[in-house]
């Protein structure tokens, strides 16, 4: 038997969605994880700081009796959002981000942002607040190709708007190539990056070989092996620009196993398992408590928690739940196609 306790581990990309579905799956991120950073991409979205206010008291009234679970409220960046609205939600404390979506890169992003020069007074007041930009980056031009979409987006937006604004703080989240982590490792103190679990086990190999397998289609979508590396390299580094963000997205199977399949991979269930396997593969097991515990804490200004999680490895795979079912419908768990020997100890 083998073991590790780390400082209790934060998400800093989550979907908790809302309703039944909301009620159901919050209790696997609660478990393990001590705060997260919400994602806002509701229908309708969460714009305002009225709405997250909102949002955050129903995700409260979710949480199973006695958690202690923080979630850390985002804002929806649209064309028409107010600067002064933004600012009045961070300076109350109950708004950690604002999250970038390019209009209809991902789920439920038609509201989001197709001409950046309409937003640019909310960016300089986020700027002038340090209030951190959250970014899905990736460019929605048809004639660029799905697994360049990431590369390109770093060149012709990201690049361009931080070389306009150098004070905004800005996280890449869920970042799937070299290309990505080669640019947050250079980026100084305003650049963070989030890497998800399941970017650290599949390519697009994984996703398309053998029969198409819908519950490891996301977006960005897994890149070719060279990439996953890079990740992992970037991940288990202690680099504090990296920190784990899950993107854990939750859809129900029938929207999954569907012809027009919905983008996300849910991983809250067995995320810390999963990341001990891997950073035990990579020889970095004591480097995982930077990823998933201080590096993000350390880029959103907050302290580290103090509680602990521990984590155990025993001789036999451990067997996570195949689904979690909800009044919403059931939810595929993650799973990395192969044996998984850690697991928390409750
Ligand atoms: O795979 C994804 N699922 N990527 C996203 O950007 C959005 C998310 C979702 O909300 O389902
Ligand atoms: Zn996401």
Redesign the pocket.
């Known amino acids: 038997m083998q073991e590790i306790t780390i400082r209790r581990p934060d998400d800093w990309h989550l979907?908790l969605r809302d309703g039944a579905m909301l009620q159901g799956i919050l209790p696997e991120s609660a478990r393990d994880f001590a705060r997260a950073i919400v994602?806002p991409?509701l229908v309708p979205p969460v714009v305002t700081g009225a709405d997250a206010a909102a949002y955050r008291d129903r995700i409260l009234r979710a949480l199973p009796e006695g958690a202690t679970f923080e979630p850390l409220m985002t804002l929806y960046l649209t064309e028409g959002t107010d600067p002064a609205d933004v600012a009045a939600a961070a300076a109350s404390g109950l708004v950690k981000a604002v999250k970038l979506?390019p209009a209809g890169?991902?789920?439920?992003?038609h509201g989001g942002v197709r001409d950046l020069d309409k937003v640019m007074p909310v960016l300089e007041r986020m700027a002038a607040i340090g209030l951190p930009l959250c970014t899905?980056g990736e460019v929605t031009d048809p004639e660029v190709d799905i697994f360049d979409r990431e590369a390109v987006f770093i060149d012709t937006v990201l690049s361009p708007l931080r070389a306009r604004l150098p004070e905004l703080r800005v996280v890449m989240?869920?970042i799937t190539t070299e290309e990505g982590a080669a640019y947050a490792l250079e980026g100084g103190d305003t650049l963070g990056a989030t890497i998800t679990t399941h970017h650290l086990i599949i390519n697009r190999n994984h996703l398309l070989v053998g029969g198409i397998k819908p519950h490891y289609?996301?977006?960005?979508v897994a890149k070719r092996e060279a990439h996953r590396l890079a990740l992992r390299r970037a991940a288990t580094s202690g680099d504090g620009h990296f920190f784990l963000g899950t993107?854990s997205?939750?859809?129900v199977d029938a929207l999954k196993e569907h012809a027009c399949g919905?983008?996300?991979?849910f991983t809250a269930t067995n995320t810390m398992p999963l990341l001990a396997h891997v950073f035990e593969e990579e020889g970095a097991l004591d480097r995982l408590e930077a990823f998933a515990s201080l590096n993000g804490p350390a880029f959103y200004r907050l302290p580290a928690n103090e509680t602990r999680l521990r984590l155990v490895k025993s001789a036999a795979p451990h067997a996570f739940p195949e689904k979690i079912l909800t009044e919403a419908g059931p939810v595929t768990v993650f799973n990395p196609g192969f044996p998984v020997h850690w697991h928390v100890e409750s």
Not at 217 to 220: A, D, G, H
Not at 262 to 265: E, L, V
């Open positions: 979907h994602m991409n979506y890169a991902t789920t439920n992003s899905h989240e869920h289609y996301c977006l960005p993107d997205a939750p859809h919905c983008a996300g991979c």
